[in-house]
């Protein structure tokens, strides 16, 4: 732990005169040394565009550009780089999918499924195509704790479904959701799955192919990467029948005065100069998280989720969302504090030192059916460690008196 927490610069220091402790990384996560260098390095040496020059510079940058696309596709398992499209992260991957996939597929009266739970990134443009089409967009049903049972899904997904849109892991409840389960049943009624992965990507292995998802997203800066980058993995056949979304430079195969053909996969979807030390930084995150390995920050992550629980539940007046099994949930624990708004619980918990998250977490829909109008959110990356659960908790417990004392 100490190792590791020694290759993030940015931990090191103070913040209103205590040592920082981080806890948003759902948010975003923070950058190791071997990124930072990596991004660098691109910019001091290497700076040029990639595929469109011959010289010495456009050949190493454009090497380094896709070799990251290789990276992401044996991280995530892919059969093929041409199923790996670069974007600037999560949302743009899912707007690509209902647009480019969606209004070629989706008729009036298909159903479109999603959950309660979803990120607006993986929320609004259902919500837009089903009103686009007259589609019927439809919710799966949450339990109790914050879960999606099967006998659910199988009650919600009919033969009149086309897209079933699901969040891997969470932003605000933490839930694991059994995507394997969820992909077979859509499956069995002619349905495609999408998955938003933009917090199960930094945290745990995922393996497409084992999955048998037909559309993936996730954002780089999440996983110790920087900020507008992200990657698209879509089945090849699939791609290759949607039609791009942006047009201009770089996607294009010829171009007629009244006609134009585009490039093979994956460069039709890639419109634009890309952003090449994005991608780049994204390949060296990548080789970060292998070499220590998703299944140990998993692990690490759950004990970390076990002992806030723990410890957290001791504060009077604290009330928990989510599932309450540590292995059933990602690293981030969201809750409030009774009689305490979340935005003032994240300010005084600020002037310790201490990071969180306060908002409603851009899951406005999760936020009515938990019935409250916001939460505070910390969340736990492999930097983090058991003292500073202690930090956040001494924290609470601060903050609970000193508005006891004022209320």
């Not at 290497?46 to 011959?54: C, I, Y």
Request: aromatic share 8%.
């Amino acid at each position: 732990m100490n190792e590791i927490r020694k290759q993030f610069p940015i931990l090191d220091q103070e913040v209103n005169g205590h040592p920082l402790v981080y806890l948003d990384s759902a948010a975003t996560s923070q950058k190791p040394k071997q990124v930072l260098d990596v991004v660098r390095k691109y910019y001091d040496l290497d700076n040029s565009n990639v595929h469109r020059g011959v010289h010495t510079l456009g050949n190493r940058a454009t090497d380094s550009y896709e070799g990251a696309r290789e990276k992401i596709r044996k991280f995530i398992n892919a059969t093929s780089t041409e199923e790996i499209i670069y974007t600037r992260g999560t949302t743009t991957s899912l707007n690509t999918v209902a647009s480019g996939y969606g209004r070629q597929n989706v008729q009036e009266g298909d159903e479109i499924v999603i959950s309660y739970m979803e990120h607006h990134s993986n929320l609004i443009p259902w919500q837009q195509l089903a009103k686009e089409k007259g589609a019927v967009l439809k919710y799966f049903d949450l339990e109790e704790d914050g879960t999606i049972t099967l006998d659910t899904v199988r009650a919600t997904i009919t033969d009149k479904t086309k897209i079933v849109a699901i969040t891997m892991a969470s932003n605000v409840l933490g839930t694991i959701n059994p995507i394997k389960e969820i992909a077979q049943i859509a499956h069995e009624h002619g349905a495609i799955i999408v998955v938003d992965a933009a917090q199960a990507a930094p945290h745990m292995p995922i393996d497409v192919q084992d999955l048998d998802v037909d559309f993936l997203g996730f954002s780089g800066h999440k996983m110790c990467g920087p900020t507008g980058i992200g990657a698209l993995y879509g089945k090849k056949a699939l791609l290759e029948n949607m039609e791009p979304i942006e047009y201009g430079g770089e996607m294009i195969d010829f171009v007629d005065l009244y006609d134009s053909t585009w490039k093979e996969l994956p460069w039709k979807f890639e419109g634009g100069t890309p952003n090449i030390a994005g991608a780049i930084g994204l390949g060296a995150a990548i080789d970060f998280l292998t070499e220590i390995g998703l299944e140990k920050i998993a692990e690490h992550e759950h004990e970390l989720v076990a002992y806030a629980i723990t410890e957290m539940e001791k504060i009077e007046g604290l009330t928990i969302y989510g599932p309450k099994d540590p292995m059933k949930r990602c690293g981030l624990i969201t809750f409030n504090l009774e009689g305490v708004h979340p935005h003032d619980l994240a300010t005084v918990l600020d002037m310790n030192g201490i990071a969180i998250r306060a908002g409603h977490h851009c899951a406005q829909p999760l936020m009515k059916w938990l019935k409250v109008s916001a939460t505070a959110r910390a969340s736990f990356y492999m930097y983090n460690s058991k003292e500073d659960i202690d930090a956040l908790v001494k924290g609470l417990r601060q903050a609970k008196e000193y508005f006891n004392d004022v209320y």
